[in-house]
């Protein structure tokens, strides 16, 4: 049987998509800003599209470069945007007294 995905060149692109992959998942985790790291996630999404196309399963990487390169990067942002606003609009850093870290008479938190 010939098959698309034999032979050694191949094998080449399969482990190059792997080490790719694996650059990339340590990128991720590499990257300490979440905003940084949503897009860094965006490229891992992509790269590991890539290689389900590479491996034929084309249904897999249509669902992975929609879902893990668009809509979970995106929804990562979007939530640290709210939440950078939330705190910004409340307050939240500052205590009881309106200076940073108190919380109680001698500033000690509860």
Request: glycine share 14%; aromatic share 2%; charged share 15%.
């Amino acid at each position: 049987m010939n098959d698309a995905l034999s032979g050694p060149l191949a094998d080449t692109l399969i482990v190059a998509g792997l080490g790719l992959v694996a650059l990339m998942a340590t990128a991720v985790v590499l990257t300490r800003d979440p905003a940084r790291q949503a897009i860094v996630l965006s490229g891992y999404g992509l790269t590991l599209g890539l290689l389900f196309l590479i491996l034929q399963a084309p249904d897999v990487a249509m669902s992975q470069i929609g879902v893990g390169t668009v809509v979970v990067p995106l929804i990562v942002i979007l939530a640290l945007h709210a939440t950078r606003h939330h705190r910004d609009n409340t307050g939240e850093d500052e205590g009881e007294d309106g200076k940073a870290g108190g919380g109680g008479p001698d500033g000690a938190r509860r």
